[in-house]
């Protein structure tokens, strides 16, 4: 770790250092802006979208109103922020150890919750391409695929769509026959430059694979600053998440652990 800490910082140095007028990548790509852009039109000129808030809460995503359900949420948003932040962190990469322990769920909500942040703003990437499930979960179908962005076949600007002013959402219509190929391409990391280049997102987050499942997530790590790892109670094994843990710090850094569907005992139980 502290040899992987002292890359970090040496990167974030080297960026720091890129000329004024000229925005450094983390691949080390230099993307001027575009001429005379306003990052306020770019972000307006994403197609919208909207989301009844019944079907929102069907699938759990409680997070669009400050309310008591949404508060554990906004929680872990503050303090990912205020971590992330702190370490010059930008990409959060969210997994688990196995499926179906609410990754999905939570990348959603983390994101709905950042839109209540007028201030900020982030883009949510559907990259579980081989089950992918937030277009299911939002009930929205991009006009092209997230795998033609990554290829650099469809623009950015072309695919993604905007959940109210501060929210951009790039989603997957169908599963990829080789997405490890894909996650794995230097193609796309640039074009993930180019998004962050152009976009200026404060947080972009990753909605990834489970980690145990197949090469994918390891594919892609070592594109984002920091990792958040969604274990859910009396199903994932320690075992499980101490391999999971272990990999994924090969990579990049683990933010924190989310312990999801614990149900703790009321006033008297045991």
Known sequence: MEKLQAALDTARKTRSGVPKGRIATPSGRRIAPGDGESLSVLWRELAPFDVDNTLLETNRIVSRAANSAAAPFDILRTKALLQMRQNGWKRLAITSPMPSSGKTTMACNLALGLGRQRDLRAILFDLDLRDPSVHEVLQVRPQASIGRVMSGEVDFADQAMRFGDNIAVSMAQHAEVDPARLLLAEETAHVLDEIEARYRPDLMIFDLPSMLVNDDTRAFLKNA??????????TTRYAQFDTCEREITEQTNVLGVVLNA????????D
């Not at 790892?229 to 009396?234: D, E, L, M, T």
């Not at 614990?262 to 139980?269: E, I, N, S, V």
């Open 225 to 234: 600053d920091c990792a958040l790892i969604v274990a859910r109670a009396n």
């Open 262 to 269: 614990y149900r703790h005992a009321g006033k008297g139980g």
